[in-house]
Protein backbone atom coordinates (compact mmCIF):
# COMPACT_ATOMS: atom_id res chain seq x y z
CA UNK A 1 0.00 0.00 0.00
CA UNK A 2 0.84 3.26 -0.66
CA UNK A 3 0.08 6.49 1.12
CA UNK A 4 0.60 10.03 -0.43
CA UNK A 5 1.75 12.67 2.35
CA UNK A 6 1.78 16.28 1.76
CA UNK A 7 2.11 19.18 4.51
CA UNK A 8 3.19 22.79 4.51
CA UNK A 9 -0.12 24.65 4.00
CA UNK A 10 -0.83 27.46 6.22
CA UNK A 11 -2.12 31.08 6.24
CA UNK A 12 -0.05 33.89 4.99
CA UNK A 13 0.27 37.86 3.71
CA UNK A 14 0.42 38.64 0.55
CA UNK A 15 3.91 38.76 -1.24
CA UNK A 16 5.18 35.88 1.43
CA UNK A 17 6.32 32.49 0.94
CA UNK A 18 5.04 29.22 2.04
CA UNK A 19 6.64 25.58 0.95
CA UNK A 20 4.99 22.27 0.40
CA UNK A 21 6.09 18.83 1.14
CA UNK A 22 4.98 15.61 -0.28
CA UNK A 23 6.46 12.39 0.14
CA UNK A 24 4.77 8.95 -1.51
CA UNK A 25 5.52 6.37 1.57
CA UNK A 26 5.23 2.30 0.88
CA UNK A 27 5.62 -0.02 -2.29
CA UNK A 28 6.38 2.09 -5.33
CA UNK A 29 8.78 2.26 -7.45
CA UNK A 30 10.20 3.79 -10.55
CA UNK A 31 8.63 6.70 -9.76
CA UNK A 32 8.20 8.86 -12.74
CA UNK A 33 6.04 12.35 -12.82
CA UNK A 34 5.73 14.15 -9.35
CA UNK A 35 3.72 17.19 -8.66
CA UNK A 36 1.34 19.54 -7.60
CA UNK A 37 -2.26 20.51 -8.67
CA UNK A 38 -4.63 23.12 -7.31
CA UNK A 39 -8.44 24.02 -6.46
CA UNK A 40 -10.28 26.90 -5.62
CA UNK A 41 -13.45 27.11 -4.38
CA UNK A 42 -16.08 27.12 -7.16
CA UNK A 43 -13.35 26.31 -9.87
CA UNK A 44 -11.92 23.08 -11.57
CA UNK A 45 -8.59 21.66 -10.21
CA UNK A 46 -5.67 22.66 -12.26
CA UNK A 47 -1.87 22.30 -12.62
CA UNK A 48 0.18 23.73 -10.72
CA UNK A 49 3.76 21.98 -11.36
CA UNK A 50 4.86 18.95 -12.26
CA UNK A 51 8.31 17.33 -11.94
CA UNK A 52 9.61 14.13 -14.41
CA UNK A 53 12.58 11.98 -13.33
CA UNK A 54 14.37 13.27 -16.73
CA UNK A 55 14.19 16.42 -14.70
CA UNK A 56 11.85 18.27 -16.96
CA UNK A 57 9.51 20.41 -15.23
CA UNK A 58 6.09 22.07 -16.24
CA UNK A 59 4.65 25.04 -14.68
CA UNK A 60 1.43 26.71 -15.13
CA UNK A 61 1.71 30.26 -16.57
CA UNK A 62 0.12 32.06 -13.65
CA UNK A 63 2.87 30.72 -11.05
CA UNK A 64 6.50 30.85 -13.22
CA UNK A 65 9.03 33.05 -11.56
CA UNK A 66 7.31 32.44 -8.30
CA UNK A 67 7.39 28.63 -7.55
CA UNK A 68 9.83 26.50 -7.97
CA UNK A 69 9.31 22.30 -7.93
CA UNK A 70 12.14 20.30 -6.86
CA UNK A 71 12.58 16.58 -5.47
CA UNK A 72 14.49 13.72 -3.90
CA UNK A 73 14.27 11.06 -6.02
CA UNK A 74 15.98 8.72 -3.69
CA UNK A 75 13.11 9.65 -0.98
CA UNK A 76 10.54 9.91 -2.99
CA UNK A 77 9.63 13.33 -2.28
CA UNK A 78 8.54 16.55 -3.86
CA UNK A 79 8.64 19.70 -3.21
CA UNK A 80 6.82 23.59 -3.65
CA UNK A 81 8.30 26.42 -2.68
CA UNK A 82 5.80 29.22 -3.63
CA UNK A 83 6.85 32.85 -3.34
CA UNK A 84 5.48 36.28 -3.68
CA UNK A 85 2.05 34.74 -3.14
CA UNK A 86 -1.36 36.62 -4.41
CA UNK A 87 -4.65 36.43 -2.89
CA UNK A 88 -5.47 34.07 -6.17
CA UNK A 89 -3.19 31.67 -5.34
CA UNK A 90 -5.49 30.47 -2.43
CA UNK A 91 -6.27 27.04 -2.63
CA UNK A 92 -6.17 23.12 -2.16
CA UNK A 93 -2.78 21.94 -3.03
CA UNK A 94 -2.96 18.34 -3.65
CA UNK A 95 0.20 15.96 -4.72
CA UNK A 96 0.34 14.00 -7.64
CA UNK A 97 2.66 10.72 -8.03
CA UNK A 98 2.62 8.57 -10.33
CA UNK A 99 4.88 5.21 -10.37
CA UNK A 100 4.92 1.72 -10.45
CA UNK A 101 4.21 -1.41 -8.15
CA UNK A 102 2.19 -4.80 -10.30
CA UNK A 103 0.80 -2.45 -12.24
CA UNK A 104 0.96 1.29 -12.83
CA UNK A 105 0.11 3.67 -10.06
CA UNK A 106 -1.10 7.44 -10.60
CA UNK A 107 -1.91 8.66 -6.79
CA UNK A 108 -3.19 11.56 -4.84
CA UNK A 109 -2.58 13.32 -1.28
CA UNK A 110 -5.37 14.57 0.76
CA UNK A 111 -4.80 17.99 -0.07
CA UNK A 112 -3.40 21.12 1.56
CA UNK A 113 -5.26 24.17 2.54
CA UNK A 114 -3.27 27.66 1.68
CA UNK A 115 -4.23 30.57 1.91
CA UNK A 116 -3.37 33.89 0.84
CA UNK A 117 -4.99 37.12 2.77
CA UNK A 118 -4.20 40.01 4.59
Known amino acids: QVQVVESGGGLVQPGGSLRLSCAAEGMIFNVNRMGWYRQAPGKQRELVAL???????NYADSVKGRFTITRENAKNTVYLQMNSLKPEDTAVYYC????????????WGQGTQATVSS
Open 96 to 107: YVEGWHKMVLRL
Open 51 to 57: SANDETT
